[in-house]
């Protein structure tokens, strides 16, 4: 008996954010003895031929010329800049303070989305709003813990992939799922290749290995996300993002003899609530 399509898509949804904290753990891996623009430049080229090969077992062969090519240019950058502070932050905090950040993305599309989409923001969503940026701040502690470069360059990050779910808001229903794939992946490699030149340091195999599984993290992951939204709603798979928490815990732990306080876990179960109380309100206006 087949599996109902909401749970299908949970689930799905829950292994796509297993594979990207996956993901998450080689870059922090990684990104401990080589320079964030390195890593990514690895990375990139290691997941080009994966998204080709995911590509074709999809059955999306098309055009790869992108129908909104100053806004793709604008995304790549966006998604640049992103990928090159998250991967600072996750060399340089642990994954528990990372995802507290990241989980602020919600938020931060909620703030975007009035003066970019014209989308209001009702006294729920600015509550909400209130209330996620306050878990934040108690979680953090900044008055015990000094903040550091890390700390902005996860903010940094946090900013630009929300810019990025803004472009997609705009423009995705018009671009191929394939070239909204690839291009990002393509200009990553493009724009770091001469900085490789400048930047580059020697690899021992625990890097390469690491970089390579950043790329089957990352492959994986998307394919896994994209079959989740064909089967269940925003609504149902975008709070598994939370689940990431769990494998902070779990990696953090084994790997990196990191912890969680009882200080952090309340502060991001704050922000976890108030990026929830963000999904469940278009869905509740729609019904």
């Known amino acids: 008996m087949p599996l109902p399509a909401n749970l299908t898509g949970a689930l799905l949804g829950l292994g796509a ?3 990207f904290s996956f993901y998450d753990v080689m ?28 590509a074709r077992w999809q059955g999306d062969r098309g055009a790869m010329r992108p129908r909104h090519p100053w806004i793709m240019a604008l995304r790549v950058a966006v998604i640049l800049t992103s990928n090159v502070l998250g991967v600072y932050a ?6 528990a303070t990372c995802y507290a950040i990241f989980f602020t993305m919600p938020l931060i599309i909620t703030l975007l989305a009035w003066p970019l989409l014209n989308e209001t923001i009702d006294a729920w969503r600015g509550t909400a709003v209130a209330v996620g940026f306050g878990g934040v701040v108690y979680a953090l502690d900044p008055g015990a813990d000094t903040l550091t470069t890390g700390h902005f360059a996860a ?35 493009a724009v ?6 400048v930047m580059g340091q020697p690899v021992d195999a625990v890097q390469t290995g690491a970089t390579a599984l950043m790329a089957l993290g990352m492959v994986t992951g998307m394919g896994l996300l994209i079959a989740a939204f064909a089967r269940a709603p925003s609504i149902v798979v975008s709070p598994m993002q939370y689940s990431q ?3 902070a815990a779990f990696y953090g732990a ?11 876990t309340l502060g991001m179960a704050v922000i976890i609530a108030a990026g929830i109380a963000i999904l469940i309100r278009p869905a509740r206006s729609a019904a």
Do not use: H
Not at 90 to 95: I, S, W
Not at 179 to 186: A, F, L, R, S
Not at 254 to 264: I, K, Q, V
């Open 192 to 197: 770091l290749a001469p900085v490789m030149l």
């Open 27 to 54: 870059t922090k891996v990684a990104g401990a003895g080589l320079p964030a623009a390195q890593v990514l430049f690895m990375a990139g080229a290691f997941s080009l031929p994966a998204l080709w090969l995911m």
């Open 245 to 247: 928490i769990l494998w």
């Open 17 to 19: 954010f297993a594979a």
């Open 90 to 95: 996750f060399a340089n905090l642990p994954l």
């Open 254 to 264: 084994m790997f990196f003899d990191e912890a969680l306080t009882p200080r952090m």
């Open 155 to 189: 903010a940094g990050a946090a900013l630009a992939s929300a810019t990025n779910f803004i472009i997609i808001r705009k423009v995705g229903r018009a671009e191929r799922g394939f070239v909204m794939q690839i291009w990002p992946m393509m200009g990553q490699v």
